[in-house]
């Protein structure tokens, strides 16, 4: 059986509502549509890899553990519509707004491609047949990075960062678009995200 093909899903501003530094459960809401997007993908055959930046864990605004307690969160609410994730990377890290071991220039913070190639290793994922999916510049840089398809939702903070994207990046208004589009590739088997 050959490799997994994935798609790399940013967390903040692409599954749930943009909430500066998320630290709390209760603060999390799942963005119309996701649910929906996810199951579609997996029915597909894809798996579903979250990699998220989360820089509020190197600045002390909360610990590992909550971070744990809003994942778990994110999984029951996508539980209840049917839909479920893989696996959950996160970079704890910040070169300058980190304290101790998370003050560091690590090889896992988007735009670097650390997370989805600690995932590729780990799920055995053919990056060159994945996507990455994200709100920000640095979602697409670490997909481009990785070698996979990237595309930019402009929910979050998708409708900034459209500006400074390099050319040639598939635009979608949110998760469910850009889903619809790669199941219509499939069905076409071409590499055309027209």
């Known amino acids: 059986m050959g490799k997994h093909r994935a798609v790399?899903?940013?967390?903040?501003?692409t599954i749930n509502v943009e909430v500066e530094y998320l630290s709390q459960a209760a603060d999390f809401q799942l963005i119309p549509g996701v649910p929906w997007a996810l199951k579609c993908l997996k029915d597909a055959g894809y798996l579903l890899v979250v990699v998220t930046n989360q820089s509020g864990i190197?600045?002390?605004y909360y610990d590992e553990a909550?971070?744990?307690?809003i994942h778990e969160h994110m999984h029951r609410d996508l539980a209840s519509f049917g839909a479920s994730l893989d696996a959950c990377y996160f970079c704890p890290h910040h070169p300058e707004h980190g304290t101790g071991d998370n003050r560091t220039d690590c090889g896992c913070r988007k735009p670097l491609p650390g997370m989805l190639q600690q995932a590729a290793e780990d799920l055995d994922i053919d990056l060159a047949a994945s996507f990455m999916i994200g709100d920000k510049l640095g979602d697409i840089e670490a997909g481009i990075a990785a070698g996979c398809t990237p595309m930019l939702v402009l929910t979050g903070y998708g409708?900034?960062?459209?500006?400074?994207?390099p050319e040639g990046v598939a635009v979608f208004p949110d998760l469910q678009a850009a889903a619809?589009?790669?199941?219509?590739?499939?069905?076409q088997g071409s590499d055309s995200l027209d």
Do not use: S
């Open 58 to 60: 190197a600045r002390g």
């Open 159 to 165: 409708n900034h960062e459209v500006a400074k994207l």
């Open 180 to 187: 619809e589009a790669i199941l219509k590739l499939d069905r």
């Open 66 to 69: 909550a971070l744990a307690d």
């Open 8 to 13: 790399f899903l940013d967390r903040d501003g």
